[in-house]
């Protein structure tokens, strides 16, 4: 099967402790996305990712961080310095960058305490 | 911004043809309309866009008013599985523009009666 896979589905740290959410997917998609999404709102768009070591902030990129060293996977690492970290995380990859539909992973609930 | 307009809410009847409007009347030449939907706690997927020409495929139509300011997305024969939050988007095809990201606004919550 096809797809995105972000693993845990739910994860929970401390404040003041680094996490990284893994994002994989086997679609030979150019382009990878992270967003975040709170209770009620839309998306918003943290790192995406154009092609394998390159990376472009999105709209909230502070206190997270993203590597693209293969193809397939695009972590993204939740920082201390990230103030409010308690969110739903979506990993999406397309085609590539641009007027192309988006596929979404089942998402990561991150809570910390 | 979304620039979009949808109902928060329908309801449509199993079996059903689900017709959810949205308008977007400030929508340029070179925007596109997209669907989304989320089923409650998962990832948004996607169900079909179009410029200006209706679209159909295996899971909805799309139908494109001929000024472009509203469109409405339809369901044929809905199911309980279709209960969802349904989002409309409007997308620049430039990434200078932004076309790099999706916008969602508040979308219509869409439930499905037996």
């Known amino acids: 099967d096809g797809g995105i896979t972000q693993s845990p589905k739910y994860l929970f740290r401390k404040e003041g402790q680094n996490v990284t959410l893994s994002c994989e997917q086997n679609?030979?998609?150019?382009?990878m996305y992270w967003y975040r999404q709170d209770p009620g709102q839309g998306l918003r768009l943290i790192y995406y990712s154009q092609i394998v070591n390159d990376f472009q902030k999105g709209d909230i990129a502070e206190g997270y961080s993203v590597s693209r060293e293969k193809k397939e996977s695009f972590p993204l690492t939740v920082t201390s310095a990230q103030k409010n970290p308690t969110a739903f995380y979506l990993c999406?990859?397309?085609?590539?960058?641009?007027?192309?539909?988006?596929?979404f992973g089942p998402g990561t609930r991150l809570t910390v305490t | 911004d979304a620039k979009t307009t949808q109902p928060p809410s329908m309801d449509c009847a199993e079996g059903r043809a689900a017709n959810l409007p949205c308008n977007h009347s400030t929508i340029s030449g070179n925007e596109y309309v997209y669907w989304y939907r989320q089923i409650h706690s998962q990832g948004p997927q996607y169900i079909i866009h179009g410029l200006k020409n209706n679209e159909t495929n295996e899971m909805a139509s799309l139908i494109i008013t001929e000024d472009r300011k509203s469109s409405t997305l339809i369901l044929p024969h809905a199911t309980l599985r279709d209960t969802a939050v349904y989002y409309c988007?409007?997308?620049?095809?430039?990434?200078?523009?932004?076309?790099?990201?999706?916008?969602f606004g508040q979308g219509t919550r869409l439930t499905i009666n037996p």
């Open positions: 679609l030979n998609h150019d382009a």
């Open positions: 988007i409007v997308r620049v095809a430039s990434l200078i523009q932004g076309a790099q990201k999706l916008v």
């Open positions: 999406a990859s397309s085609m590539a960058l641009g007027n192309y539909e988006q596929y």
